[in-house]
Each structure stands twice: as structure tokens, then as C-alpha cells.
């Protein structure tokens, strides 16, 4: 029987927001499965936590962390140049997935919003610049995180909303540009789930994920892992993940 799938395991790839939730989920399981990981974060603690759970693993890949803050012009310089040294310039993988949640546009300030708007869009943007320059000839994926609320636009969260509708269209857009050169581009819009940027407590999430209304990271995940391992012939352009039970 022909093999259908791809393997991940030697594969070069980087995931920002890799030190917690979906992103740190998604950077163990492919290291276990034997890629070379970079992980960006933004906390230290975080970040030697997901090194300690990575030690704690049989897998034959390999990880690595880096702090930097991707809001910034110089902190996307500093994830690049960190990766130039791991990987000798080259990437195989990028998963954007690094983002803030925030509110209305009726709270906080420009700056507050300039910030959500510079981590969750212009970041993915530059990021995915950044990595297809050193995909080069050999093509690679790009996997962006993205919302349930790029379609929902619900209330109460029209600054959040914006960047994930926003980044909804630049994924769209970009596969045109990029499919010829062989990188492929997969947006994940999942609903609810169980990570930090969900305000209720840690019990109450788990009620919720036991109840089928909310996700948990390890399912975003494996969806990451299911864009990956398909054939080069084969795009996975979008992955809709919801909560059974969140009838949205």
C-alpha cells in the first residue's frame, strides 16, 4: 500500500507561544514524534517548565526555548536569529500561534490595542515572511492558530475579533501567493479551550471540558500534527475544531 502520510520526526520547526497551552502541547507532541522544535515565550517560567516536561518524555526529537517578545520588530529579529544558529537557516515548519486576548475597543488604549493587534496579526504576518524566506526551494508548512471568533464575532471582544477575521484573510491570500514555491498554509479555528487565556478558574474549565464544552490543548494539537503529516500533493487549508457541546 502506498504511504500517504509524511513523517515529522527530523523536521525543522519553530512555534511561537510555545511555552503554554496549545502552543507548548503542540511543540511536545512533535519533538516526541522527533522534530528539532524552537519554542518562543515570553515568560522564563513558563519556558523552563516546558523544557522539564520535554525531559520527562521518551521522544527522539529535540527542544529548545528562547524568550522574546514578538509584539516587537526586534524580538521577531531575535526568534530568527536564534533559529538561524539551531536550524542553519533553514525552517521546515512554522506554527504561528502566540496571541493575547483582550476585550471591546471601548476598554483600554491605543497602546493596549496596538500591542494585541502587533502579537496576534503582524506577528503571524512577519513570522510567516521570515520563515518562507528560509523555506527557499523546499517548500515547507506554515500552521496558523487562529479563532472560532474570526466567524462568531461576538460581543464585548471586537479587538480580538479583529486580528483573528484579519488573520482569516491573510492565510487566505497567502496560500495563493505561496503554493507555487511548495509552502502550504493551514489555518485551525478552534472553539473554547482549556488554557490560560480562558478567564474561568481551572475547575471550572474542567467541568467544562468533561461536559464536552470546551477543548483541550492536546486536541489543537493533534490537528497541527494531522495538517503536518499530509502528502505534499495534499493542502489542509482550514481545521474547524469546536466543544461538541458548544452550539455556537
Known amino acids: 500500500m502506498e504511504e500517504l502520510t509524511k513523517t515529522i520526526n527530523g523536521r525543522r520547526i519553530m512555534v511561537t507561544g510555545g511555552t503554554t497551552g496549545i502552543g507548548r502541547e503542540t511543540a511536545l507532541r512533535l519533538a516526541k514524534l522527533g522534530a528539532k522544535?524552537?519554542?518562543?515565550?515570553?515568560?522564563?517560567?513558563?519556558?523552563?517548565?516546558?523544557l522539564a516536561a520535554w525531559q520527562q518524555l521518551e521522544g527522539t526529537g529535540e527542544l529548545n526555548g528562547i524568550i522574546t517578545d514578538l509584539s516587537t520588530e526586534e524580538g521577531i529579529g531575535k526568534l530568527f536569529e536564534e533559529a538561524d544558529g539551531i536550524f542553519q537557516n533553514g525552517l521546515d515548519v512554522l506554527v504561528n500561534n502566540a496571541a493575547l486576548a483582550y476585550g471591546s475597543v471601548l476598554e483600554g488604549s491605543y497602546t493596549d490595542w496596538q500591542r494585541v493587534l502587533n502579537t496576534n496579526l503582524l506577528a503571524y504576518?512577519?513570522?510567516s515572511r521570515m520563515a518562507i524566506d528560509r523555506m527557499k526551494d523546499n517548500g515547507g508548512n506554515?500552521?496558523?492558530?487562529?479563532?472560532?471568533?474570526?466567524?462568531?464575532?461576538?460581543?464585548?471582544?471586537?479587538?480580538?475579533?479583529?486580528?483573528k477575521a484579519g488573520l482569516q484573510g491573510f492565510c487566505e491570500s497567502l496560500r495563493k501567493e505561496v503554493s507555487e514555491r511548495g509552502v502550504r498554509?493551514?489555518?485551525?479555528?478552534?472553539?473554547?479551550?482549556?488554557t490560560d487565556m480562558q478567564a474561568q478558574s481551572t475547575d471550572e474549565k474542567q467541568q467544562a471540558?468533561?461536559?464536552?464544552?470546551?477543548?483541550?490543548?492536546?486536541?489543537?494539537?493533534?490537528?497541527?500534527?494531522?495538517?503536518l503529516e499530509q502528502d505534499e500533493r495534499c493542502d489542509v487549508v482550514e481545521i474547524r475544531l469546536r466543544p461538541r457541546l458548544q452550539l455556537i
Open 37 to 50: 522544535v524552537l519554542v518562543a515565550g515570553t515568560s522564563q517560567e513558563h519556558l523552563e517548565e516546558t
Open 185 to 194: 498554509i493551514t489555518l485551525i479555528e478552534p472553539g473554547a479551550v482549556d
Open 142 to 163: 506554515i500552521v496558523s492558530i487562529g479563532s472560532m471568533s474570526a466567524d462568531v464575532r461576538e460581543a464585548h471582544s471586537s479587538v480580538y475579533v479583529a486580528t
Open 209 to 227: 471540558v468533561e461536559k464536552h464544552e470546551m477543548l483541550k490543548a492536546e486536541d489543537i494539537a493533534l490537528a497541527v500534527c494531522y495538517a
Open 125 to 127: 504576518m512577519a513570522c
